[in-house]
């Protein structure tokens, strides 16, 4: 809470020798340049940042409802109606942001924030990537390409392209955003397994398992976002064609 104002903030606290140690430093500074710009419903606002003598702080917008994995696990898993909502809830934010010449490179149910009323906002812009035609203004060292093919995110949320080196696209946010709506009609990621390498096995040959249960409007849209040819997952959200 800001003591003049009474206003309650969420703070996102960064250790700065691990930041040093990890070679982050790009990474948080983009992010905070990033967040200066973007204003949207759909998407955590960044009030002001400081620094002390071991920590880095981001005073973000509050989200009471917590995030999205938390309702997802208490519930064990989402209605299709819960699941439609949020669906075009995060399109909307993501369209928003790829009109801005920006990729996430980190969607999935943890940083997916949930306001007291129940709307959805998108947090975390760690691992975020400006494509070359960007309308943010960003550092020339920030924008830089050498992270566009380098592995970042979560593992169960990464597109086949990116285990391959191939650059960052919109794709990988689409492909995350399949993950995400499988997540949260199933309860559980569409490639989990005992490790990474299991993973990432899966996620190469496409070994998606549908659930009896889920409907073949799910099923189909699910199937359409994560293909490799990303093309196809963007005319879905470019035709407003969401899960319905």
Not at 187 to 208: C, M, N, R
């Amino acid at each position: 809470m800001k003591k003049d104002t009474g206003k309650v903030y969420a703070l996102k606290i960064m250790d700065k020798k691990f930041i040093t140690k990890e070679n982050k430093t790009a990474y948080v500074k983009l992010e905070r340049i990033v967040l200066d710009q973007l204003n949207h419903p759909g998407i955590v606002q960044l009030h002001f940042t400081f620094q002390d003598t071991y920590s880095l702080y981001m005073a973000l917008e509050s989200s009471e409802g917590g995030e999205l994995f938390d309702q997802i696990t208490r519930k064990g898993r989402l209605t299709d109606d819960e699941t439609r909502f949020y669906a075009n809830e995060i399109v909307d934010a993501l369209e928003y942001i790829h009109k801005l010449g920006l990729i996430h490179r980190d969607l999935k149910p943890e940083n997916l924030l949930l306001t007291s009323d129940g709307h959805i906002k998108i947090a975390d812009f760690g691992s975020v990537k400006p494509m070359q035609d960007s309308q943010i203004t960003v550092l020339p060292n920030a924008a830089s390409d050498e992270k566009a093919c380098t592995f970042v995110g979560t593992a169960a949320y990464v597109p086949p392209e990116v285990l391959n080196s191939s650059p960052a696209t919109i794709g990988n946010d689409l492909w995350a955003l399949g993950c995400t709506l499988f997540q949260m009609l199933s309860g559980t990621s569409p490639f989990k397994d005992a490790s990474e390498y299991l993973i990432f096995q899966k996620i190469i040959s496409q070994d998606v398992r549908f659930p009896d249960y889920f409907s073949n409007d799910a099923r189909d849209l699910i199937d359409k976002l994560l293909v490799v040819d990303w093309q196809v997952g963007l005319a879905l959200v470019e035709t407003g064609w969401i899960y319905p």
